[in-house]
């Protein structure tokens, strides 16, 4: 309904197994209630696969399910078809994540507007960092971020991202853990290039 109240996140896994020849990565939106984590809605873009993961959230609202069971659901496991934590069960993990508050994310699209001149940190590679990067990013790689944290201000909000979102994860918690304000840009660099086009 117009109106109603949700939170959202971006992954970007594999249809299938990477290790298994001819894998693509597909593009999952997950639209959820903020208090219990209903699912309300999801998009998704990509090549094989893309079909079967709306299929199975098309079920999931229709039986009223929540982000927490996308965690602990069960799905097909053969490395040609969907590895052994399927996207959807990715899309549960993050959402439910970010329900209990484990880390705060940004938003490609309104990052700017939601925190206070922000400092932007990469934590990819340099080589990924040179290939390109979000506009005023400073590069630290998170292999490198615990001997670094003297580089990055305390007073000031942090938006972390890597390729896809898990390194911008570690280093969104591990900036926490040390008394940063801290949030990882969901989707991360992927999303963002998305956004931009």
Known sequence: ???????????????????????HQL???????PGDGKIVGAQSVGGAGVDKRIDILAVAIQAGMTVY????MELCY??????????V???GFVAASLLREDHPHAYTEKYADDLDSPVILDVRTPAEFSA????????????????????LPLDRPIVTYCKVG????????LLLQNGFDVANLSGGYTT??????
């Not at 109603?4 to 249809?15: C, E, G």
């Not at 490198?144 to 944290?149: H, M, P």
């Open 69 to 72: 069971d996308l965690e602990e």
């Open 89 to 91: 069960n990715m899309a």
């Open 192 to 197: 963002y290039q998305m956004m931009q086009s």
């Open 27 to 33: 593009t999952l939106k997950l639209l959820f209630a």
């Open 166 to 173: 898990m390194r911008g994860y570690l280093a969104t918690r």
């Open 1 to 23: 309904n117009l109106g109603t109240p949700f939170r959202k996140i971006y992954v970007h896994p594999a249809n299938h197994a990477g290790y298994y020849p001819g894998a």
């Open 78 to 87: 053969a490395p040609q078809f969907g590895a052994a934590k399927d996207p």
């Open 132 to 151: 390109g990067h979000v506009q005023g990013a400073v590069n630290i790689p998170v292999d490198d971020l615990r001997e670094r944290l003297d580089e």
